[in-house]
């Protein structure tokens, strides 16, 4: 079994960045895709980042993921940052024994 | 993008089943695989299980064996999951999501359970 831990919560200015990450506890990260999913408030999770770092179409070009194999960690990055961005956010991965692991969730503000 | 459409939310006692339906609006999902996640009050998402195309495939996470079956309805479009021996811990946010490409690229609207006695 394996866990992804985030950063409880992160806050920065409009227009500045935020790195988000995501810690696999066990097992090589770049073992199963990650992907991130951003929820706001009172609505169902929508996604972000999938396959490490691929952006769905609608997603704007600010919102970018990566793998950092040394630390066994995946991390999504949010630049230009606006106030629409203020929402929790989850990392999501898979393990042949787990199935599906999601992240503990990150809550974004933007002060 | 498919627009998944949960049933309403329930209110049980402890220790009753919950079954809540999801169905897709306009196209089908007969081709595609579909998750259950769930969200407590102010929590994280779980992952719950996944039922595959034909509904002759279910894997369930560890936490819930034994206590969910999910299953499909092919000539409804219509996939369910089942949550029996219900504590106060199940009170929840339940979503069904379908898989894409390697993530849940359309959730439900989500469905409240709420489990009180």
């Known amino acids: 079994n394996f866990m992804l831990t985030q950063p409880h919560s992160v806050s920065e200015s409009p227009g500045k960045t935020v790195t988000i990450s995501c810690t696999r506890s066990?097992?090589?990260?770049?073992?199963?895709?990650v992907q991130w999913y951003q929820q706001r408030p009172g609505s169902a999770p929508t996604i972000v980042i999938y396959e490490d770092n691929e952006r769905p179409s609608g997603v704007p070009d600010r919102f970018s993921g990566s793998i950092d194999k040394s630390a066994n960690s995946a991390s999504l990055t949010i630049s230009g940052l606006k106030t629409e961005d203020e929402a929790d956010y989850y990392c999501?991965?898979?393990?042949?024994?787990?199935?599906?692991?999601f992240g503990t969730g990150t809550k974004v503000t933007v002060l | 993008q498919v627009q998944l459409v949960q049933s309403g939310a329930e209110v049980k006692k402890p220790g009753a089943s919950v079954k809540v339906s999801c169905k897709a609006a306009?196209?089908?999902?007969?081709?595609?695989?579909i998750h259950w996640v769930r969200q407590a009050p102010g929590q994280g998402l779980e992952w719950m299980g996944i039922?595959?195309?034909?509904?002759?495939?279910?894997g369930y996470a560890q936490s819930f064996q034994g206590r969910v079956t999910m299953t499909r309805d092919t000539s409804t479009s219509t996939v369910s999951m089942k949550l029996s021996s219900l504590s106060s811990d199940d009170t929840a946010i339940y979503y069904c999501?379908?898989?894409?490409?390697?993530?849940?690229?359309?959730w439900g609207q989500g469905t409240l359970v709420t489990v009180s006695s």
């Open positions: 039922i595959n195309p034909s509904g002759d495939f279910t």
């Open positions: 066990s097992g090589s990260i770049a073992r199963n895709y």
């Open positions: 999501a379908k898989e894409g490409q390697n993530h849940f690229d359309s």
């Open positions: 999501q991965s898979y393990d042949t024994s787990n199935f599906y692991v």
């Open positions: 306009g196209n089908s999902l007969s081709s595609s695989y």
